[in-house]
């Protein structure tokens, strides 16, 4: 059976849901004719969407008229009518009355913000919406909406948990160029505007991306264009060396400048509209400045201005620390790195240079603080990175839905210009001016049939886009919307999904680790428990647990300074014991067994008590999902029962060995006397 035949391959593009559809026969009086304004590939998009759309939900294909008219029950053109609020990416929804009855106007400055309201038109439909008082504005929230690829040429795709590239096989394109066509599609249904479709950890194939293989490049940049995304590419720092042109990449030295106008100019020659480059150096054995006595923004702004004279911009990630650090070493601390090399270069980044900042000081935990940059650069470009793909949150094989990790994320008070500084304010350049500013995530998308390997796990793709659009949005409408689309209307379908998914991060975060340590997972693959898995190796992820307690002391006043990095509000905040909210205890504090939390329970209680109920949650969630059977499609109830049920599987693991290693080494018995190993 072709994969596209799947129920789950359409995801949340599900335009079948006629039966249970509350108005499908006021859509199908109404929405009998669309007229699609302007030439070029968007428009033939939009158009291709407006009759799929219509069809699909009303079971009736619509007329395709050339000419706007009262004929046309939807109209899409640009600059069509008073639309004074609507911003360059935006768009304007609205339904008025004509000689030919109701009529649905879409229109907006660019063939963009035409899409996105198309697309916002159809969710709406999907939603079974009334077409009736429709009158609405929306602009994004955020410029720059990114997806970061880490696919290699190979066809291999580094953290990637849902099978191979969509892109690359064999050290060439793929041969299913549609299925790209669909992921396209698939982004532009949910507002992100640009995407970048290679590893940061650039091999020699993907070098060749800007040399001999821009024939590559320039078809995936045609796909995406067709759906108002802009390509980006990650490129080697040391790029110069690796295609055998120059013996240095000293961002200082001329001969190097020169390679890079010169490649450049090669680049959009063919790909005009190329977004620009992202580039990983001085990171993990990555090739970079220090490598020439130079600092990052050396390097940063001699690849950004060799794009400037095109308009491409250049993305110099944070994600900078010594991954050779002696384990015995207390005073180097892995959070501190990315503030420390970046801070005290504030100021210093071109116009067109953007700092990507991870969320979190660390790397992608169930649980982190949020990065103390993020509040603190005040003259520099930059954007957030999340992390869709679940590295450390059960890689696709555990249902763990992030979005409202990402919320508390967008809705931390930085305090940088005083109270309601938040980190989505800060994002949006209305904190302090940002040429350049917005959002990026590692995707979790593979060539499995269902795209994300765990059908549920679209929900994190699908939140993301619209959590970059629309940060306001809370996590039930996010969550609300994917499951409609997805799953139909079903009251009991609706119910059940999104309570499971509102839950599984803090269930996920149960079994797993707790208080905000992390880390307690095995090297390298970082699936599964593994306590001491990088406790002695050279990333510099320590819990330090011995028979006292466990933690990181990580304050001004006895520990490493890390707290010091935030503005002074957070930095009080985090620096005392007793005030450090409990969640991320675990990372600012050093902390006995015995200590007493707010609810009332010791630590190592805490510990065992959260070990168990998660396991015991995890059970109920396979229930529940069973009791969907034969209420959704069976392929797709099949394989999430598979999954939940190797869930519960690990969440029984993971239980047993955290609660066990932390009894042989405390000593502590469990209040309750349940089995601990």
């Not at 998009?45 to 029950?73: C, D, F, M, Q, Y």
């Not at 993907?206 to 001999?212: G, N, R, S």
């Not at 982190?368 to 957030?384: A, C, D, H, W, Y």
């Not at 008590?609 to 969907?628: C, I, K, P, Y």
Request: with cysteine; glycine share 8%; net charge negative.
């Amino acid at each position: 059976m072709s994969i596209k035949l799947r129920k789950d391959y359409s995801c949340w593009l599900n335009y079948t849901q006629v039966e249970d559809l509350p108005l499908r026969d006021s859509y199908r009086q109404h929405l009998h004719s669309i007229c699609v304004v302007g030439e070029g590939p968007i428009v033939q998009s939009i158009e291709r969407e407006l009759v799929r759309g219509v069809h699909g939900l009303t079971g009736n294909a619509p007329a395709v008229l050339r000419k706007p008219g009262p004929e046309a029950s939807i109209i899409v053109a640009t600059d069509y009518g008073k639309i004074e609020q609507v911003e360059t990416e935006g768009y304007a929804l609205r339904s008025v009355e004509s000689e030919g009855g109701l009529q649905i106007v879409i229109t907006g400055h660019s063939p963009r913000g035409l899409l996105y309201g198309t697309f916002a038109f159809l969710r709406r439909l999907q939603m079974g919406e009334a077409l009736e008082g429709l009158d609405l504005v929306d602009n994004p929230q955020n410029r720059l909406r990114m997806i970061n690829h880490w696919d290699n040429l190979d066809g291999s795709v580094e953290r990637g948990y849902a099978g191979s590239s969509i892109f690359f096989q064999n050290n060439e394109l793929v041969a299913d160029l549609d299925r790209i066509g669909d992921y396209a599609r698939l982004l532009a249904s949910i507002g992100l505007n640009s995407v970048v479709v290679n590893n940061v950890n650039v091999h020699k194939e993907e070098t060749e991306l800007i040399a001999k293989r821009l024939d590559i490049t320039k078809t995936l940049a045609e796909i995406f264009r067709a759906y108002g995304i802009t390509l980006f590419l990650s490129v080697n720092y040391a790029s110069p060396i690796e295609l055998g042109a120059l013996d240095s990449a000293d961002p200082l030295n001329s001969q190097v400048q020169e390679w890079w106008n010169q490649q450049v100019a090669k680049v959009y020659e063919q790909i005009p509209d190329l977004g620009g480059f992202v580039v990983k150096a001085d990171s993990e054995h990555r090739p970079g400045p220090f490598t020439y006595g130079r600092n990052h923004a050396d390097g940063a702004n001699m690849l950004g201005r060799a794009l400037q004279p095109f308009g491409g911009i250049l993305i110099w990630r944070c994600f900078v620390y010594n991954c050779q650090q002696d384990w015995r070493d207390r005073k180097t601390d892995r959070a501190r790195a990315a503030y420390d090399h970046f801070y005290p270069l504030d100021g210093e980044f071109d116009h067109n240079v953007i700092l990507q900042i991870k969320n979190g000081p660390m790397d992608f935990q169930v649980r982190e603080p949020v990065s103390p940059l993020f509040g603190k650069l005040e003259r520099t470009n930059q954007i957030l990175e999340l992390q869709i793909t679940q590295e450390y949150t059960g890689q696709q094989r555990h249902l763990c839905y992030l979005v409202p990790q990402w919320k508390e994320i967008f809705e931390f008070d930085t305090y940088a210009q005083g109270p309601g500084s938040t980190v989505q304010r800060v994002l949006s350049g209305s904190v302090y001016p940002q040429a350049h500013s917005g959002i990026a995530a590692v995707v979790n998308v593979g060539d499995d049939p269902n795209w994300t390997g765990h059908t549920l796990a679209q929900a994190n793709l699908y939140g993301y886009g619209r959590l970059t659009w629309d940060p306001q949005l809370t996590s039930e409408q996010i969550t609300a919307e994917w499951v409609v689309t997805t799953f139909g209307h079903k009251s009991s379908v609706n119910a059940t999904i999104s309570d499971m998914l509102l839950s599984s991060w803090e269930i996920y975060e149960n079994y797993t680790t707790p208080l905000g340590i992390g880390w307690m997972c095995n090297p390298g693959h970082h699936y599964g428990p593994n306590v001491d898995g990088y406790e002695y190796s050279k990333w510099g992820t320590y819990h330090r647990a011995d028979h006292f307690g466990i933690g990181v002391d990580r304050t001004v006043k006895n520990g490493t300074g890390f707290v010091g990095q935030y503005h002074a509000e957070n930095a009080v905040l985090y620096e005392s014991m007793e005030s450090c909210p409990e969640e991320f205890l675990l990372f600012f504090h050093r902390v006995p067994y015995t200590y007493i939390l707010k609810s009332g329970k010791t630590l190592i209680q805490h510990i065992y008590d959260t070990h168990f109920l998660g396991v015991e949650q995890v059970e109920a969630m396979v229930e529940r999902w069973r009791s969907l059977e034969g209420q959704i499609d069976g392929q797709t109830h099949a394989h999430v029962l598979h999954r939940l049920q190797g869930q519960l599987v690990d969440a029984r693991e993971w239980r047993d060995v955290i609660n066990t290693y932390f009894y042989r080494i405390s000593r502590i018995e469990d209040k309750l006397h349940r089995i601990i190993y």
